[in-house]
């Protein structure tokens, strides 16, 4: 029984890298939903649809566990599709504010999001929790997304597209930039170039691993084979974006 990554393009491959350093031993099914992507500009009820679309087609394939890699589709769909599937582990992604405010109380935190993702509830209810904790600032750029599908991650046009978005903020000093969108932790050099410093990165992709371990050895469903594990890569429409499997 495979675990089920599901992203709408390939920025839920940061997620399985960090899933698979503690379940190396596990077979993974990567879902790329190339055909809707990017779902950052979209509305959240469509969020939701294509989301349980993917999850659907995942469970053709008896996972045991799905991972939603997107912080846009978990803001809009997880607690739906945790009330509906029941009777399969369901593990989404979130900011990883909360970590980043933890480390960094009273400091200045940067949050990077989607468009999609600023416009949810869950995510709202996450930045009122923490607000009087920490200064947070969220601002959207989407436009990364479109930057790394490309394979320009490390382009002067992104490095170029982030000092503009980050203009108005070029007096305040960022202890922490949270990551809110998969796609984001493979642009860390542009961003870091556009700061013109070095802060702390954080993502949730780590913490989402550590939730699947933690599930699977609580139900004693671990993949015990004696060596590494499969991967295959699925999407919903023929793309060049296959050629960024080698990223895994």
């Known amino acids: 029984m495979p675990i089920g990554i599901i992203d709408s393009g390939v920025g839920g491959i940061s997620v399985m890298k960090e899933i698979k350093k503690i379940l190396p031993n596990e077979n993974y099914l990567y879902l790329s939903d190339t055909k809707n992507a990017p779902y950052g500009t979209k509305n959240i009820e469509e969020i939701k649809v294509l989301t349980e679309n993917s999850v659907k087609i995942l469970l053709r394939f008896s996972c045991k566990a799905i991972v939603i890699a997107c912080n846009t589709a978990t803001a809009a769909a997880v607690e739906m599709l945790r009330s509906k599937y029941k009777n399969v582990h369901i593990i989404g992604l979130e900011p990883a504010i909360r970590p980043a405010v933890r480390d960094f109380p009273g400091k200045n935190i940067l949050v990077l999001t989607t468009e999609a ?84 990165f954080y993502d949730g992709g780590a913490g989402a691993a550590k939730r699947v371990k933690a599930l699977l050895v609580r139900d004693g469903i671990l993949n015990h084979q004696g060596k590494g594990g499969e991967t295959l890569w699925l999407e919903t429409e023929f793309s060049k974006y296959g050629r960024k499997i080698s990223k895994i």
Request: aromatic share 10%.
């Open 117 to 200: 993702t600023q416009k949810t509830i869950r995510f709202k209810k996450l930045i009122n929790s923490l607000s009087e904790k920490s200064n947070i600032i969220c601002i959207t750029t989407q436009k990364i997304v479109s930057f790394v599908e490309e394979g320009m991650e490390g382009s002067p046009a992104l490095v170029s597209y982030l000092k503009k978005e980050l203009y108005p903020y070029r007096k305040i000093k960022f202890s922490a930039v949270v990551l809110g969108c998969t796609h984001f932790p493979f642009a860390k050099k542009a961003i870091e170039n556009a700061l013109s410093y070095r802060p702390v």
